[in-house]
């Protein structure tokens, strides 16, 4: 059956309004719903100024980052000045065409390594979902909801999703950054940092002293961490000076904002413990997923400490932080790891 997008128009409409957050005068967190069951956003953080307004991240789709934008325009009326684009996954910097077009000066900022990603392997990576994983699955999805009409809102929001990642123009960033990056914009002082690789080669953090408010992308994320194609013994060691940042707030990628470093210091536990056992367990001739089997159990107070222990926070636990991650403390045994987008590991 040939895939219809026909109610994208609508779908678009009647999206839901992103929530609004202020965690400190002036720094509100924009968070999107997901689309259907087939995507996610990332947060997007606006720093208001008397001179303008600084974005950290951008959302993954135009709509969103359109929605966004109205949001800022109803607090102020100065302009998007600045966008630092956290890292070169898609759902947080899919919807910077919406801010270039409006605001054409715009300088969009990004470390170096994360800019030459987005530019080809980032849309390498991203191009057998849109053009034959997600088709495939809403076809799938299609005949479904002939006999399931409650399907029928999922599928639209599905199509969706796929219509505004396929049209999307990518917008790249027009300023880089190594190690550091100081904006200084009317009365607001931001630090732009990279710590070395974390989740990405090229992870860009953004510190407000003043306020005490951290903006840090998926290096953690709330509650579970996204561990693919990271590097783990560098992402600890850039957690660790992370820590060491006087702060009250941390804006994670996806999720509520913290008030703590509980999640932080629970995450870094966990990297510990596998790091540890996983080189213990790659001595004893194990394979990745043997070592997950044996490891898992052990890590339990710490998932709980992290997940609550709702069973479905914990099979993203299992999966999304320990799968991932523990298969790349064995890659990175074997081997130095290269700055390449590395594939997701085989459920």
Not at 94 to 122: C, N, S, W
Not at 193 to 220: M, Q
């Amino acid at each position: 059956m040939t895939l219809v997008l026909c109610s994208v128009s609508l779908t678009a409409q009647n999206r839901p309004a992103p929530s609004a957050l202020e965690v400190a005068p002036g720094v509100i967190v924009f968070t999107t719903p997901n689309y259907g069951d087939v995507g996610l956003d990332g947060n997007s953080i606006a720093v208001l100024s008397h001179d303008g307004v600084l974005l950290f991240d951008t959302n993954g789709t135009p709509t969103a980052s359109t929605t966004v934008l109205a949001e800022i325009r109803q607090r102020t009326d100065k302009q998007v000045r600045w966008i630092v684009n956290s890292h070169w996954h898609w759902d947080h910097w899919y919807g910077t065409e919406t801010y270039q077009r409006a605001f054409p000066d715009v300088r969009i900022v990004a470390h170096e390594k994360t800019r030459a990603l987005m530019i080809g392997p980032a849309l390498e990576f991203n191009r057998p979902g849109i053009e034959t994983q997600l088709p495939n699955y809403l076809n799938n999805l299609e005949q479904r909801a002939l006999t399931n009409p409650a399907l029928k809102a999922t599928l639209d929001e599905d199509r969706f999703f796929l219509d505004q990642k396929s049209h999307v123009h990518h917008t790249f960033p027009n300023l880089t950054f190594t190690d550091r990056l100081a904006i200084e914009l009317g009365d607001r002082h931001v630090e732009v940092l990279n710590y070395g690789r974390g989740v990405t080669p090229g992870d860009a953090i953004a510190y407000l002293p003043k306020e005490k408010v951290l903006l840090i992308g998926d290096l953690i994320v709330n509650p579970v961490t996204f561990a693919l194609s990271g590097y783990p013994t560098e992402w600890l060691r850039v957690l660790e000076r992370v820590d060491a940042l006087d702060v009250d707030t941390i804006v994670t990628g996806h999720g509520a904002p913290l008030h703590d470093k509980r999640l932080l210091h629970a995450t870094m536990e966990v990297f510990r413990a596998l790091l540890r056992e996983g080189k213990a367990a790659k001595e004893k001739g194990l394979t990745a997923d043997q070592a997950k089997d044996a490891i898992f159990p052990g890590l339990h107070d710490l998932m709980v400490s992290i997940t609550g222990d709702v069973p479905s926070v914990n099979a993203a636990f299992k999966q999304q932080l320990v799968d991932w991650y523990l298969h790349r403390v064995y890659e990175e045994i074997e081997g130095p790891l290269t700055d390449a987008i590395a594939v997701i590991p085989p459920e």
